[in-house]
């Protein structure tokens, strides 16, 4: 069965810092590839999406995204964070893509950006 | 606002209650999703439903029972549940067509707790 790793449970960073969040994931085939964020009090929102073509996915507020297949990975980054950036970042993968969007999460990456 | 719509948002329910939780999507999806989302653990998926068809049941209990009288309706079910079954519900909603997906969009789920 497919499994996702992210790497860091919590992260905390000052506003102005680079931001990167790992995230691996056990499968060989063809996957699609996300990022959803939720911030408190809210419902998961995606932040970004990989299905095919250009490994490099740029999402909403800057984020972006790069899968590497070789490594099986498609880590999270941002140039620059800011306060309002906090929140918990999910990671996931459908590994049957075109049967629907049958979601494997990582734990999530608690994100606390200080002033 | 989601586009998908989760009632009631705060539940408690005795091990002998039998209740429900609902969900309803206006996004003009065919495809719809429960997840279970319990503390410190990834958001496991429970049930796929592709157009009102139940497609997937991964191995839960049978004291959670969906139902999908249309695509725009799911709910869940719940009967003489135990306390390890406290968790966060969400739904989901997607579109596959031609046998692609789109993300899916979750509601702001059911908090849950069995007392």
């Known amino acids: 069965a497919q499994s996702v790793s992210q790497h860091n449970h919590h992260v905390i960073l000052s506003e102005a810092a680079s931001l990167e969040l790992g995230c691996n994931y056990s499968?060989?085939?063809?996957?699609?590839l996300f990022w959803y964020v939720q911030y408190p009090g809210q419902h998961l929102q995606l932040l970004l999406k990989?299905?095919?073509?250009?490994?490099l996915v740029k999402g909403i507020k800057g984020f972006e995204a790069e899968f590497i297949k070789s490594k099986f990975s498609f880590n999270l980054r941002k140039p620059s964070v800011q306060w309002s950036d906090t929140a918990e970042y999910f990671c996931?993968?459908?590994?049957?893509?075109?049967?629907?969007?049958?979601?494997?999460f990582g734990t999530g990456t608690q994100l606390k950006v200080e002033l | 606002e989601t586009g998908v719509t989760q009632t009631p948002r705060h539940l408690v329910m005795g091990m002998t209650n039998k209740k429900s939780l609902k969900c309803e999507q206006h996004?003009?999806?065919?495809?719809m999703y429960w997840y279970k989302q319990s503390a410190k653990k990834p958001l496991e998926l429970m049930f796929v439903y592709s157009l009102e068809e139940r497609v997937e049941n991964n191995s839960v209990p049978s004291r959670f029972s969906p139902e999908c009288p249309n695509s725009s309706h799911l709910f869940l079910h719940l009967h003489t549940l135990q306390p390890e079954d406290s968790a966060l519900y969400l739904c989901a909603s997607s579109q596959v067509k031609f046998g692609r997906d789109t993300e899916a969009f979750f509601g702001q789920g059911t908090r849950l707790t069995v007392v």
């Open positions: 990989y299905f095919s073509g250009d490994p």
């Open positions: 996004l003009g999806h065919n495809a």
């Open positions: 996931a993968v459908n590994a049957r893509p075109g049967g629907g969007n049958k979601l494997t």
């Open positions: 499968y060989g085939g063809t996957v699609n």
